[in-house]
């Protein structure tokens, strides 16, 4: 975790010790502006530049990305609590992102005829927006930039980066990773502001567009302040992810992807499988299974390569998850597994199991952003999708059967979600478009539809002089 110290001082805290670490000077507004302004005088010069020289920037960035992997790596450690595999893992599903888009991108913003039967020459053609401000969660530190940061370059936008108080080192890093690939120092930069300062540097002329990924909270005020200004966002919110557990499927296979759904990093993140509806008739079967699916995630030191479970971002965050649990039990869950917090310092919390979830329970009604399983009965199919929607939060989902023609039929068209997967936990991949419906946010990550979040979709028409408009009316 950090905090703002004194005049604008960010002081890091090892969530795995609680010891201080690093300190770094914040930027104030008037240099957030000054910013603002290089970046749009800079992303005039870059939107003229050739997708093939903007490709080998992004070939470099994944080249460096590869290079310093166990850098980065130790660098979220230290600062978010990330264990330094999953880091490497983050770190190489960047470099992939970025060699994605730059072998693609070209070909998804090619302009596009269009067929006016010979009434003349038409086209949709795609041109960068400007600068994009990108306020960034701590759980992903590195990915969730470069999942912006890829597309938005390509297309020809250029960026500003607010990263979460609590990771200044990798915002910084990440900076220094796109200079040192090519990017023009002006055309992305990192700022290191309070969040009550983000409305002001919206509502500044030079930037065109706001993305954002965190909590429901910042979600609405950054929709406000945007569309104070009529400026285009992207919002990826809160989720709590409802995987079916149905009556045909293996009661070990389906926790094996719950427990691996439930525990992408530690629990801290959006599309973590949260909420786990099983049939009654495969309840005791399923407890059991995910039980023992859970206990293999045991607590230990993030440095350490064979650690699966390293500790909770904050103190704060890990008190707050240990509240929701016991509010749970003490209006009726069942605790199978965990729900204690360890007697030492940092932010610790085991893999925790809850079963006999309903209504009414903070496990039930509310995003648990930590190790949390939550295990909800239902009586049949029907019952199952019906609780599955029955929440504010569509991000991602899950139906976990051993039929896959019910799988597909399901996920396709029953289940209230930006991402619905059969007998594999949610995940993003720039090959695919990655964003929610509902209280999770709206617009797309990732894929043609990412790019395209942040460009003009223009109308081109040509047509000789003089040649009348045949009769059309406008």
């Known amino acids: 975790m950090a905090d703002h110290e004194g005049a604008g001082t960010v002081h890091v805290t090892n969530p795995a010790t609680g010891a201080k670490g690093k300190a770094y000077q914040a930027h104030t507004l008037d240099q957030a502006f000054a910013a603002a302004a290089r970046a749009q005088a800079a992303q005039q010069q870059w939107r003229r530049t050739s997708f093939g020289d903007r490709a080998a920037v992004l070939r470099k960035t994944a080249e460096l990305l590869r290079a310093r992997a166990g850098d980065y790596a130790a660098l979220m450690t230290e600062e978010m609590g990330k264990t330094v595999t999953d880091g490497r893992a983050e770190i190489e599903k960047c470099a992939f992102h970025c060699d994605w888009f730059a072998a693609n ?6 302009d596009e005829p269009v067929d006016l039967d010979g009434a003349g020459e038409a086209f949709v053609t795609f041109n960068p927006l400007g600068i994009v401000l990108a306020v960034m969660p701590w759980n992903f530190p590195f990915w969730q930039v470069i999942r912006f940061a890829a597309p938005a370059l ?24 796109l200079h040192d690939a090519g990017v023009p120092k002006d055309l992305f930069r990192t700022l290191l502001l309070p969040g009550k ?12 567009a706001v993305t954002l990924t965190g909590s429901v909270a910042a979600g609405k005020s950054v929709a406000a302040a945007a569309g104070g200004v009529l400026k285009k966002c992207v919002l990826e919110l809160g989720g709590s992810d409802a995987y079916l557990v149905l009556d045909d499927a293996d009661p070990a296979a389906a926790a094996k992807v719950a427990a691996a759904a439930r525990m992408v990093n530690g629990g801290q993140s959006c599309i973590a499988g949260k909420r786990f509806i099983v049939v009654q008739s495969l309840k005791e079967r399923f407890e059991r299974a995910l039980v023992e699916a859970m206990q293999g995630y045991v607590m230990g030191d993030p440095g350490d390569e064979n650690t699966k479970l390293g500790p909770m971002q904050s103190a704060d965050a890990r008190d707050d998850i240990h509240e929701q649990v016991e509010k749970s039990i003490a209006n009726g869950a069942k605790l199978l597994l965990g729900g204690k917090k360890p007697d030492r310092p940092g932010a610790w919390y085991p893999a925790t199991v809850l079963t006999d979830v309903a209504s009414g329970q903070p496990a039930h009604d509310e995003e648990v952003f930590g190790p949390v399983a939550a295990i909800i009965v239902a009586e049949d ?10 929440s504010e939060f569509g991000l991602g989902s899950g139906v976990l059967t051993g039929d896959m023609g019910r799988g597909r039929r ?12 059969v007998n594999e936990n949610v995940r993003s991949d720039p090959r695919m478009p990655f964003g929610g419906v509902k209280h999770s946010g709206y617009g797309r990550e990732c894929a043609g539809y990412g790019i395209r979040e ?21």
């Open 381 to 390: 199919e029907a019952d199952a999708i019906r609780i599955a929607n029955d």
């Open 197 to 208: 300062q983000i409305a002001r540097l919206i509502e500044d002329k030079h930037i065109a």
């Open 454 to 474: 942040f460009v003009n979709v223009k109308t081109v028409l040509l047509k000789p002089q003089n040649a009348g408009n045949g009769g059309r009316v406008e």
């Open 154 to 177: 390509m297309a020809g936008n250029g960026a500003l980066l607010k990263h979460a108080s609590n990771v200044p080192g990798c915002a910084l890093a990440i900076e220094q990773l």
């Open 105 to 110: 991108a070209e070909r998804i913003l090619a």
């Open 410 to 421: 399901i996920a396709r068209d029953e289940l209230d979600a930006g991402m619905s997967f």
